[in-house]
């Protein structure tokens, strides 16, 4: 195999860290964008339950099933060559009794081929994760404002503020480096706060509105490509604006087919 087709493995991410160099992450829900980003380079490929919102619909992540993320896992997996596939542990699939969670974990092992799980939670997970890393499965975790809580963080908004919130949030990453994590998002959370956790921990951190200070970091594919025009947020750099031109192409069919101008002879069977 060559050296570019070489898989993404959790100890390259590790000697990434060390080495001080940055980790890219993106999120997929399909073989087509994982393929895609896949061919840029891109390390983790994220299968987010964000696609709950960004895709289905739904206001939030906290529907999103298992079921659901296998389908996406399955298909992102299908698409992926070289980058680390990531499947996100949707809520009440990890939270529920150890054995429970085993079997929900091996499901989107087996029936994805993706590399890894992401769960969210600080210390009260770190049990869970040792577990599951006991099983062989490598564990992401995710910290700050972790989407399943959106109700109990009182919605949308930046985590760690204030001595005593960041020295909580630098103890729950020490608590999921100790249980085995492999990796940490760290999610809205303040530029200082997210550079000391970063400091505090030998695993590598991946920030999403967390500022420059992490080894690496993540959006949402959506919302960067400009195609999830209704997600405004200060941290998200629009590096294209493909909702427009979506419309755009949109609206052309849509004048040629009603003119007569398409389909025309060079987009048409001859006998
Ligand atoms: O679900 C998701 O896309 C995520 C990222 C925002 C990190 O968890």
Known sequence: MSESLKPVTVHELLNRKRAGEKIVMLTAYDALFGR???????DVVLVGDSVNTVLAGRETTLSATLDQMIYHGRSVAA??????????MPFLTF????EDTKRNVGRVMQETG????????????????????????????????????????????????????????????????????FSIVLELIPSAVARRITEAVEIPTIGIGSGPYCDGQVLVLHDMLGLNEQFKAKFVKRYANLADEVRRAVRQFREEVRSGQYPDEAHSFQE
């Open 114 to 181: 993706a590399a890894g799980v992401k769960v969210e939670g600080g210390r009260s997970i770190a049990p869970t994760i040792r577990a599951l890393v006991e099983m062989g499965v490598p564990v992401m975790g995710h910290i700050g404002f972790t989407p399943q809580s959106v109700h109990a963080l009182g919605g949308y908004r930046v985590q760690g503020r204030g001595e005593a919130a960041a020295a909580r949030l630098i103890e729950d990453a020490r608590a999921l480096q100790d249980a085995g994590a």
């Open 95 to 98: 939270q529920v009794s150890l």
């Open 36 to 42: 895609l980003v896949d061919e840029e380079g891109i």
């Open 79 to 88: 698409g992926v060559k070289r980058a680390m596939v990531i499947v996100d």
